[in-house]
């Protein structure tokens, strides 16, 4: 069996399932973790709603199991719960079957090593890389044993303490048929909120809308906050690691530009001098309001296992993206959806504000979505590079932390590969909305033109 190179990405296993990843893919991955982690160690195991997770997370658990590793699976569950219980529950490691926010075809293995952390670049993908291509994989006389675990209670138990709030509020909830379903509406229940769901059931189709909380896939939700004069709304992706609001206007409250910003606010209050990690596709804007609340803000690569880590290196009491991933030092730095809205509830119900008047304090530029052009894998970091020398040989002020931010006038825009699909992604802001317009055309020809260079 060939394994397809471009299924290694930064920092998980991910690609279109019966072409990417098959069942001998799922019990190579199993072989390669086991081997990295070591023979008679113990694995948690789980996997998010998507129809393929059961027959990978069995190929995966034989592969585990053939090594010597012992297995705790814990079936469906989200991606931060599995990373929380390998944490307190000392698990020598876990893997979530999940491709995140990718399409429904999509799937794929994050590795996680004993502190719930990714297994990414420079943490351990590149040896993994070498062991599943090399298969050398551990010879063992024992074969591992298989138990089965329920996370909810852990899951339970470790949040709900760290969360409180202090008056009565009414919150309608969109799982999106995903990974968050009937969990999150538990544990809302618990804290004494008045809880409305829809989408609230686990259906690897994903009939309700796509494994991403974008805007447009939260129109039910916005109908529903407004038909019951909800406090406000919450869309959980698919693996329960990224977070959209509504709030109680029925308004899309926004990307992590605002949602980040809001729970700086609240957490610089008691923090001041924190510093808080912000991935390079933010607004400028969140940086000057960071500082503005007395935090150090910290431009980092986009990513979940890069963001974390340098959370842990700087010592940061936040961390966020732009696509609505939140990370909390007090949950270890893990980007937890649920965590973020029980904490979002807490926020509201602390300040006596709603949530429409809280977001009307964060300062905004006119700005796009991330758009993705498609690009072979084997070819967008290189375009990027190429597309970063241009922009630094023309004497434009940029950053390359992440692909390139190039800074104009009145805006800027960022240019880099995607770390979880074929494509390049860009998005701009502004103050001005022509200018907007016109920096975006600039960035997207210029992204279309070197593709085409390349293909010649």
């Known amino acids: 069996m060939n394994l397809n190179e471009n299924i290694f990405r930064a920092y998980d296993i991910r690609g279109i399932y019966g072409r990417d990843l098959t069942k001998d893919t ?55 719960m599995l990373s929380i219980i390998v944490k307190i529950k000392n698990f020598d490691g876990g893997i979530m079957i999940s491709a995140s926010h990718n399409p429904r075809e999509w799937n794929g293995f994050i590795l996680i090593d004993k502190n719930g952390h990714f297994c990414s670049e420079g943490m351990g993908m590149e040896k993994i890389r070498e062991i599943a291509f090399s298969k050398a994989f551990a010879k063992t006389n024992k074969k591992g044993s298989i138990f089965t675990g329920n996370g909810y209670n852990v899951y339970e138990n470790f949040i709900l303490p760290k969360v409180r709030t202090l008056k009565k509020l009414k919150i309608v909830l969109d799982p999106g048929n995903g990974a968050t379903s009937s969990i999150a509406t538990s544990l809302f229940g618990k804290m004494g909120i008045d809880v409305i769901s829809i989408n609230d059931f686990h259906d690897g189709n994903f009939p309700s809308h796509s494994p991403d909380v974008q805007e447009k896939d939260l129109l039910m939700l916005k109908e529903k906050v407004v038909e019951v004069s909800a406090n406000f709304g919450v869309g959980f992706d698919c693996d329960g690691d990224r977070v959209a609001f509504i709030d109680e206007t029925g ?110 304090q964060i300062p905004r530029h006119f700005s796009t979505d991330i758009t993705e052009i498609s690009c072979p894998d084997k070819l967008k970091f290189k375009i990027v590079e190429s597309i970063k020398d241009k922009f630094a040989k023309k004497n434009y002020k940029t950053i390359d932390i992440d692909g390139v931010k190039v800074s104009f006038e009145d805006g800027n825009f960022l240019i880099r590969a995607s770390n979880t699909t074929p494509a390049i992604k860009l998005n701009a802001e502004s103050k001005s909305l022509d200018h907007l317009k016109k920096i975006f055309s600039f960035g997207k020809k210029m992204i279309e033109e070197e593709i085409k260079n390349f293909g010649r």
């Open 26 to 80: 799922a019990e190579t991955v199993g072989k390669t973790f086991g081997t990295f982690i070591g023979s008679d160690k113990k694995i948690a195991v789980g996997r998010d709603v998507r129809t393929s997770g059961k027959v990978l997370e069995e190929k995966v658990i034989e592969g585990l199991t053939s090594v010597g590793c012992d297995v705790v699976d814990f079936g469906i569950i989200t991606t931060p």
């Open 251 to 360: 308004r899309y409250i926004g990307s992590g530009n605002i949602t980040i910003a809001i729970f700086s606010d609240y957490y610089l209050k008691k923090n001041k001098g924190a510093k808080i990690i912000c991935d390079a596709t933010c607004s400028s804007t969140l940086e000057e309001f960071i500082k503005s609340k007395g935090g150090l803000p910290v431009l980092n690569r986009v990513g979940h296992a890069f963001i974390v880590n340098r959370m842990i290196k700087e010592k940061a009491i936040l961390g966020g993206e732009y696509s609505n991933h939140l990370y909390f030092l007090e949950i270890y730095g893990f980007d937890d959806a649920i965590f973020a809205a029980l904490k979002m509830a807490e926020i509201i119900s602390s300040s006596g504000k709603s949530l429409s008047d809280i977001a009307n």
